[in-house]
């Protein structure tokens, strides 16, 4: 990992400083304990979603004790839902790897004896301080080649099946009535699974419920009440009360668009992908510390967008009727909904230039 860049630092760490400056991601065991805290029954329903655990089932016991109703993908979905969602497969071909015939006693003395005379041995090797296994990696140590096997066929298709369970797992974290991300990069990277749940549910939804903990803060209560987690005191509580819903609010949009704009927008598009019409009154604009609008200065919508629900309204009933099978049906909604009036825009207006 150090060799293709994927590890720029040591490997030799502190890990109670990193966790401190909000480095680690949340254990279980802790988004558990700010569920309870902010007055989530037991009964609740949680999904857990993204990759393998690190640490497996062990980890998550303390938050299936607190929380029984706790689902992933392989709990929620039979064998055969799995299977349906994959589709027909052709068979993959059967391992050709055979081991070698093990030859008898008797043959290996005659081959002993059919050898011929034996050259002198050869001097010990010098000595080497680091060894091919540790400069290579472990395929360089078991192939003895410095490039990394080519994978199976069976790594390409579990791959591929990785995508597919990736893809539930977003569409369920995107619909879900309330989100915590256990880690997100905070701008250090591109975009990653949180990040983009966040980004969409932001866009679709900004009223849903996505929190947005500071993972320092959140550190740093933990620590006050390390020795006791489970029976914390009220003050306590309340802090963590105060926390998540801040980030709920105003002040989680503005922190989260400072950490994910340096890098992509994708995990906050507010303002980029929002605009508002001139019958709006301009809620209160708020600037970032480089004096940028984080959200507020939107620009006005064009004209064309404003008068599309008229123009949708005006369009023949026939017209309607030939382009059905084109428009999605959208759900009743005001005149002000722009989503649909952008959708009845695309479907009948032939003029509109794409490009625009």
């Not at 140590?141 to 410095?146: L, R, S, V």
């Not at 989100?179 to 939804?205: C, H, K, T």
């Not at 419920?209 to 020795?227: E, M, Q």
């Not at 105003?250 to 890098?263: A, N, V, W, Y």
Request: net charge negative.
């Amino acid at each position: 990992m150090i060799k293709q860049g994927i590890i720029n630092e040591e490997l030799s760490v502190d890990s109670h400083l990193r966790r401190e400056n909000g480095l680690c991601p949340l254990m279980p065991e802790e988004v558990g304990l700010l569920l309870r805290s902010m007055g989530y029954p037991s009964k609740t329903i949680i999904y857990l979603a993204g990759s393998e655990t690190f640490g497996g089932q062990r980890v998550l016991i303390p938050l299936r004790a607190m929380f029984p109703n706790l689902v992933d993908l392989t709990s929620l979905c039979s064998k055969t839902e799995l299977s349906d969602l994959v589709g027909p497969e052709t068979p993959l071909p059967a391992d050709t790897f055979r081991l070698a015939h093990q030859k008898s006693e008797q043959q290996l003395k005659d081959e002993w004896n059919k050898a011929g005379p034996r050259p002198r041995p050869l001097p010990p090797p010098p000595d080497r301080p680091i060894y091919q296994h540790e400069k290579e990696g472990w395929y360089g140590w078991i192939t003895e080649n410095d490039k990394e096997p080519e994978p199976s066929l069976m790594d390409l298709r579990m791959q591929a099946h990785r995508l597919l369970w990736d893809a539930l797992d977003y569409i369920v974290s995107v619909e879900a009535d309330a989100f915590i991300p256990g880690y997100n990069n905070d701008g250090s990277a591109w975009p990653d699974f949180s990040g983009l749940v966040m980004g969409q549910r932001l866009y679709e939804r900004a009223s849903s419920r996505t929190y947005r903990p500071d993972r320092k803060t959140v550190a740093a209560l933990f620590n006050i009440t390390r020795d006791d987690m489970y029976h914390p005191k009220n003050n306590w509580t309340l802090s963590v009360k105060e926390h998540l819903n801040r980030s709920l609010s105003e002040d989680g949009l503005i922190r989260q668009s400072l950490f994910s704009k340096p890098t992509s927008f994708l995990s906050h598009p507010l303002p980029e992908c929002s605009c508002r019409i001139s019958s709006v009154e301009s809620t209160k604009q708020t600037k970032g510390k480089d004096g940028r609008y984080l959200y507020g200065g939107e620009q006005e919508c064009p004209k064309w967008m404003q008068s599309a629900g008229v123009e949708g309204v005006k369009n023949d009933d026939n017209e309607v009727a030939e382009d059905d099978n084109d428009v999605v049906e959208q759900p009743e909604s005001d005149g002000a909904d722009m989503t649909s009036s952008l959708t009845s825009l695309i479907d009948h207006d032939e003029e509109w230039d794409p490009n625009d």
